[in-house]
């Protein structure tokens, strides 16, 4: 059954007319790139990098805004839920097959950003070659796994959000607040910290350190501008971000869990 529920959750997200949206804007913006590099005649290689990996973050994050987000909440808003759960099926494997299909979804989708980017990339090299620089074609593949982390994550929390909120726009809301701020919270941090100790009030930076501890840090999972540069990735640091994305993924989905065994459906 979580295997069916999975592959269910996973057509609906294909056949959903948003996604194709999505894939038209996301193809535009890869054709832009290479405009682009016909205006920029320094440093090609990085521009056209790190536009390539922001244009597919961008078009995954909203495979999860319209796309992941209204497959659960419609059907908590819709009752469809009882389809499934009338049938025996425990609440638990409900929510992980849900999220199965969603990761399926987004692995695709990602695979195929990859694909655009990296044609993308090689046929700007091909125009420029002199204008390049060294970005590694390898940590450009890398960085789009860590994009697909960064959007499993975002889709724990778009499905925990689900179960607490009243209705999917205040979903949408919730998940886009919690991208916001889990993707600058190390940078205000670290800003906070390289400030004079008189110029930030203690009231501002016990915030901040609550919302650097609460929210998931997704600057860890940004290799942008080591792609872009080739830089070396210490292989220790790869591995925690692969553990805290697992890790946080995992508290959040059992939390979700045990949420959705108590919701009231009725």
């Given at each position: 059954?979580?295997?069916?529920?999975?592959?269910?959750?996973?057509?609906?997200?294909?056949?959903?007319?948003?996604?194709?949206?999505?894939?038209?804007?996301?193809?535009?913006?890869?054709?832009?790139?290479?405009?682009?590099?016909?205006?920029?005649?320094?440093?090609?290689?990085?521009?056209?990098?790190?536009?390539?990996?922001?244009?597919?973050?961008?078009?995954?994050?909203?495979?999860?805004?319209?796309?992941?987000?209204?497959?659960?909440?419609?059907?908590?808003?819709r009752?469809?839920?009882?389809?499934?759960?009338?049938?025996?099926?425990?609440?638990?494997?409900?929510?992980?097959?849900?999220?199965?299909?969603?990761?399926?979804?987004?692995?695709?989708?990602?695979?195929?950003?990859?694909?655009?980017?990296?044609?993308?990339?090689?046929?700007?090299?091909?125009?420029?070659?002199?204008?390049?620089?060294?970005?590694?074609?390898?940590?450009?593949?890398?960085?789009?796994?860590?994009?697909?982390?960064?959007?499993?994550?975002?889709?724990?929390?778009?499905?925990?959000?689900?179960?607490?909120?009243?209705?999917?726009?205040?979903?949408?809301?919730?998940t886009?607040?919690?991208?916001?701020?889990?993707?600058?919270?190390?940078?205000?941090?670290?800003?906070?910290?390289?400030?004079?100790?008189?110029?930030?009030?203690?009231?501002?930076?016990?915030?901040?350190?609550?919302a650097?501890?609460?929210?998931?840090?997704?600057?860890?999972?940004?290799?942008?501008?080591?792609?872009?540069?080739?830089?070396?990735?210490?292989?220790a640091?790869?591995?925690?971000?692969?553990?805290?994305?697992?890790?946080?993924?995992?508290?959040?989905?059992?939390?979700?869990?045990?949420?959705?065994?108590?919701?009231?459906l009725?």
């Amino acid at each position: 059954m979580l295997q069916a529920i999975t592959w269910v959750t996973f057509l609906e997200g294909i056949r959903n007319k948003a996604l194709y949206g999505i894939t038209v804007l996301a193809g535009l913006m890869m054709a832009f790139t290479i405009a682009l590099s016909d205006m920029i005649m320094r440093d090609v290689g990085k521009v056209a990098t790190d536009f390539a990996l922001s244009t597919a973050t961008f078009a995954a994050l909203l495979v999860v805004l319209f796309v992941g987000i209204t497959i659960l909440a419609r059907d908590l808003e819709r009752k469809t839920v009882y389809l499934a759960l009338s049938r025996a099926v425990p609440r638990s494997r409900y929510l992980l097959g849900r999220f199965g299909g969603l990761c399926l979804l987004q692995t695709t989708v990602m695979a195929m950003l990859l694909f655009f980017s990296l044609a993308t990339l090689l046929l700007v090299k091909q125009l420029y070659p002199t204008f390049f620089g060294t970005v590694s074609l390898g940590l450009v593949g890398l960085a789009h796994l860590f994009v697909l982390l960064q959007m499993l994550l975002l889709t724990a929390l778009s499905m925990l959000f689900s179960l607490v909120a009243s209705s999917s726009f205040v979903t949408f809301l919730l998940t886009t607040l919690t991208w916001l701020i889990g993707s600058s919270t190390q940078e205000v941090k670290q800003l906070i910290e390289s400030t004079g100790p008189d110029k930030v009030s203690p009231a501002i930076k016990l915030l901040v350190q609550l919302a650097y501890y609460l929210f998931p840090n997704f600057a860890l999972f940004d290799l942008k501008a080591a792609a872009a540069h080739g830089l070396s990735i210490n292989a220790a640091s790869i591995g925690f971000s692969l553990l805290y994305g697992f890790g946080y993924s995992v508290a959040v989905l059992s939390l979700a869990i045990v949420l959705f065994r108590r919701k009231e459906l009725a």
